[in-house]
């Protein structure tokens, strides 16, 4: 086991190391407008050691990078994080809010359908699988009248609930459109089980990427259904309006507050806790990253100290990124000076 320096704080599934300013590759040079805003709405929602410096963090909101930086000199301490065993480096994936096209009653391509959460969900844990669902009559009762709406494609809606939330244009009814966005709001409790791990595991593809996922099933139209069953794990939603003044903001995370592209992450809460602002750094084929972050959400693949999903934003150009990124990471975690 490492050795502790003095400061060390031993948080969750994780060690917190002191360093120096200096030891943040890049700080200087990120443009913070963005993260302050993301910061300001981790102070809706903010983790008890970070009460007491929220009115300055909102007074800064129009101040420079300069102001803003100095400021976090003066009041934050930063403290690399790293594995019980001493490792700083971990990994980095993304995640986005897909952009769907559904229609509110089922009918012509459109027989796909998003569930809330059935009555009864709590009762009994864990729930019936994915293929249950759709074979057992017993799932299919509970599920009556439960579809908020429905999809044309069976991989999309599978993607949205992996996800966990996205912007639905639904056609309804009487021909008007209306765009929504469908929120987490729980599972069947069954373990997630990755289709692109499941299809890497057999030899069947080399690119387990979203489109490589799709460019797959072009191929293989008849495994679709067996590609699906083999992620037992069902996400249901609550649906959300969206107002113009929120077109710009993504969904709400963990923490309880909206999530800024680029700037927010999912972490593990056992590690870090929601709301603490830590610098990221990640150099890969997709991305360079060297910014400030926001801890605001989480995720059931998130675990471990030194371990982030970066949400990307919304759409299909934000998809592919969050496809396809996966590259190494390192943390540092700025925690207030007085909470030590």
């Known amino acids: 086991m490492p050795v502790d320096v003095p400061g060390t704080i031993n948080q969750g599934k994780g060690r917190w190391i002191p360093v120096p300013w200096t030891e943040l590759p890049g700080f200087a040079d990120d443009p913070l407008f963005e993260a302050w805003n993301a910061w300001v709405k981790s102070c809706e929602r903010p983790a008890g050691p970070f009460v007491p410096l929220c009115a300055e963090i909102r007074r800064l909101s129009i101040g420079s990078p300069d102001d803003q930086r100095a400021w976090m000199q003066e009041r934050l301490q930063p403290f690399r994080v790293e594995s019980p065993q001493g490792e700083p480096t971990g990994l980095l994936t993304a995640y986005y ?26 009762q009994r844990k864990p729930w019936f699988t994915r293929q249950e669902m759709d074979t057992l009559p017993e799932a299919q009762a509970a599920l009556q009248g439960r579809a908020i709406a429905y999809l044309a494609d069976p991989v999309d809606a599978l993607i949205l609930q992996i996800q966990g939330s996205g912007r639905i244009r639904i056609a309804q009814p009487d021909g008007s459109q209306r765009w929504v966005r469908l929120a987490y709001a729980g599972t069947n409790d069954q373990p997630y089980r990755s289709v692109g791990r499941w299809l890497l595991d057999q030899g069947l593809i080399k690119d387990a990427s979203w ?11 008849q495994r679709q259904q067996e590609l699906l069953w083999s992620n037992p794990r069902m996400v249901f939603f609550r649906e959300e309006a969206i107002a113009d003044r929120d077109s710009s903001e993504g969904p709400r995370g963990a923490q309880g507050v909206a999530l800024t592209p680029g700037r927010s992450i999912a972490v593990d809460p056992l590690s870090i806790p929601y709301g603490t602002p830590l610098w990221l750094v990640s150099s890969g084929t997709q991305v360079s990253l060297q910014k400030l972050v926001l801890a605001q959400d989480t995720g059931s693949a998130i675990t471990g100290a030194v371990r982030a999903d970066y949400f990307v ?12 990124l996966r590259q190494p990471l390192q943390l540092w975690a700025l925690w207030p000076k007085s909470a030590r």
Not at 107 to 120: D, I, K, S
Not at 211 to 221: F, H, R
């Open 97 to 122: 809010e897909p952009v769907m096209e559904a229609s509110r009653v089922a009918g012509g391509a459109f027989t796909v359908p998003l569930y809330a959460p059935p009555v009864g969900l709590a």
């Open 211 to 221: 489109p490589g996922i799709k460019a797959w099933l072009v191929q293989n139209p």
């Open 313 to 324: 934003g919304w759409g299909a150009e934000a998809g592919e990124l969050a496809g396809r």
